[in-house]
Nanobody
Framework: VQLQAYGGGLVQAGGSLRLSCAASGLIISNYGIGWFRQAPGKEREFAAAISWRGSRSYYQDSVKGRFTISRDNAKNTVYLQMNSLKPEDTAVYYC????????????????????????WGQGTQVTVSS
């Protein structure tokens, strides 16, 4: 199983980036996918997630209205569209996958916790200049 996160880069404040999380070795539609980020000297924090059937999406308050998570099951890929970027969005962004189950709901309380996830990608750097 491999998750490959890519699409990061350097952008000016107010700009946009689209991150991709491409999966191999698993069917991404069977997994909830989360995006987390870690800035230098800080703990990894939840940014956004989409439940395993794609019926619900969740966002950290600081990114609501600016970030949009979506999935393309045909491409086995999940995206994070980031608009109106701010310098405080600068971080390494990671995607992670959590196996879906009819026995347990994938709500925000679960999808926002890094310890719940089964697989992690390697991270992609996002730098927003002021």
């Amino acid at each position: 199983v491999q998750l490959q996160a890519y699409g990061g880069g350097l952008v000016q404040a107010g700009g946009s980036l689209r991150l991709s999380c491409a999966a191999s070795g698993l069917i991404i539609s069977n997994y909830g996918i989360g995006w987390f980020r870690q800035a230098p000297g800080k703990e990894r924090e939840f940014a956004a997630a989409i439940s395993w059937r794609g019926s619900r999406s969740y966002y950290q308050d600081s990114v609501k209205g600016r970030f949009t998570i979506s999935r393309d099951n045909a491409k086995n890929t999940v995206y994070l569209q980031m608009n109106s970027l701010k310098p405080e969005d600068t971080a390494v962004y990671y995607c992670a996958a959590l196996k879906g189950s009819f026995l347990s709901a994938q709500g925000l309380d679960v999808l926002s916790q890094p310890s719940e996830y089964d697989y992690w990608g390697q991270g992609t750097q996002v730098t927003v200049s002021s």
